[in-house]
């Protein structure tokens, strides 16, 4: 993906609107904690920007959002609905205080006064009216709330003060029958922690299994429940309804997500590479000379170089032919762009014979043939996941997320 990979790394929406539509994913995360009316709850903010980093480096677009007041927050899930279009999943993460009244849930924003039930429609924002944007556009939807779950209005003196208190009417079950999965941090009427570290019991769970190789859904929650029983003695039960179509894994196929890891002492890190293909200096060289500065006239055969197939971008697996079309297309926009590699960025991490992990970060701007101006630029930070094939390296998997 040369520049072509770039284009995902550089510029992570623009090469989401150019793939096709079966393989784009998105994701909103919300984490409300410092609420104005009550005590701040500890870890939301936490849970919602672990989670979102999570969900960008096995392939997911992610709209985050913390502390959102309901305006914050009507506006972030209009971005979502735009971003949904033509997308295969959708999918909504939300961590703070959450609420059922008359059979019916809502997402508490971080401005609310809800001293009386009749302020609700006001204040609050209905999930269910956020599920339905979701199962109208994406043939995907799945829904996971990590929410305190207690009914202010049932004692009348305004909101918990935090996701430990007594939940006295849980959360409701959703008409959710269009291909969706929805996940609640614990069971009906129950209690839902919000944890003593830096996450509550439910997102540590989710960030520790989401990301297993060919995992489902179903396989990944049966993982959560019982890291969840354990974190809580029992006192907090995961769970889940849905209408699922099809199976659905986060990291399809047992491919795994390119992921950044400690790397080895240089040593055994330069072993290990010469054992494969030579040495670091040939990564180096496949990033400067290919993945960066790939011939503009030659895509198809730079991609042919430079991925394996299938090749797993952004979480989903593609062959050759569909890796050219994603290509061509994206950088036809274009009158000319610019990659660069940022010094000292690239890290090399082997993965036994023939396999490597590489992070590094670049600088990219990309000149619209029409305007003829600057359409991006910025900074992003590239995962390559690397294997041996015919004495050279290539490319099995590929992620990116844009720095600030």
């Not at 701040?40 to 502390?67: H, M, S, T």
């Not at 997308?87 to 508490?108: C, E, K, P, T």
């Not at 302020?119 to 599920?131: F, G, H, R, T």
């Not at 994603?326 to 000319?336: G, L, N, R």
Request: proline share 6%.
């Amino acid at each position: 993906m040369g520049r072509i990979v770039l284009i995902a790394t550089a510029i992570v929406a623009l090469f989401a609107a150019e793939a096709s539509a079966q393989s784009r994913r998105v994701a909103l995360v919300l984490g409300n904690a410092a609420y104005e009316s009550t005590a701040p709850l500890a870890n939301p903010v936490n849970d919602a920007a672990d989670l979102a980093a999570k969900l960008r480096a096995v392939g997911f677009e992610v709209i985050e959002g913390k502390n959102l007041g309901k305006r914050e927050l009507e506006r972030a899930v209009g971005e979502f609905a735009d971003a949904l279009t033509g997308a295969s999943v959708g999918m909504l993460f939300y961590a703070g205080h959450g609420i059922q009244v008359d059979g019916r849930n809502y997402i508490v924003p971080t401005d609310a006064r809800l001293d009386a039930a009749v302020k609700l429609q006001l204040e609050a924002v209905p999930i269910d009216e956020i599920l339905d944007i979701m199962e109208q556009q994406a043939t995907t939807s799945l829904v996971f709330l990590d929410a305190c779950r207690n009914n202010p209005f049932a004692r009348g003196n305004g909101l918990a003060t935090d996701r430990s208190a007594k939940a006295l009417g849980g959360l409701a079950q959703f008409d959710a029958s269009r291909g969706s999965f929805i996940a609640f941090s614990t069971s009906p009427g129950a209690v839902a922690l919000d944890g003593s570290g830096r996450n509550s019991p439910f997102a540590a769970a989710l960030l520790s299994h989401i990301a297993t190789p060919g995992q489902s859904i179903n396989d990944l929650m049966i993982a959560v429940r019982r890291d969840v029983i354990a974190a809580t003695s029992g006192q907090q039960r995961p769970w889940e309804q849905g209408s699922l179509l099809e199976r659905f894994a986060f990291v399809p196929d047992g491919s795994a997500p390119p992921a950044a890891a400690p790397a080895p002492a240089p040593e055994t890190q330069v072993a290990a590479l010469e054992r494969s293909v030579g040495d670091s200096t040939s990564i180096e060289a496949l990033v400067r000379d290919d993945y960066l500065a790939p011939n503009p006239a030659a895509l198809a055969e730079t991609v042919q170089r430079l991925y394996a197939s299938p090749a797993t971008i952004f979480g989903t697996p593609y062959e050759t032919p569909a890796i050219v079309a994603m290509k061509t297309t994206f950088f036809a926009q274009f009158a000319s762009w610019t990659l660069a590699l940022e010094p000292g960025t690239l890290t090399v991490t082997p993965r036994g014979e023939g396999r490597a992990d590489i992070v590094f970060d670049m600088r990219y701007q990309y000149v619209a043939r029409a305007a003829g101006v600057p359409t991006a630029e910025g900074r992003a930070r590239v995962y390559l996941g690397l294997m041996a094939d015919a004495g050279r390296w290539r490319i099995a998997s590929e992620a990116s997320e844009v720095l600030p």
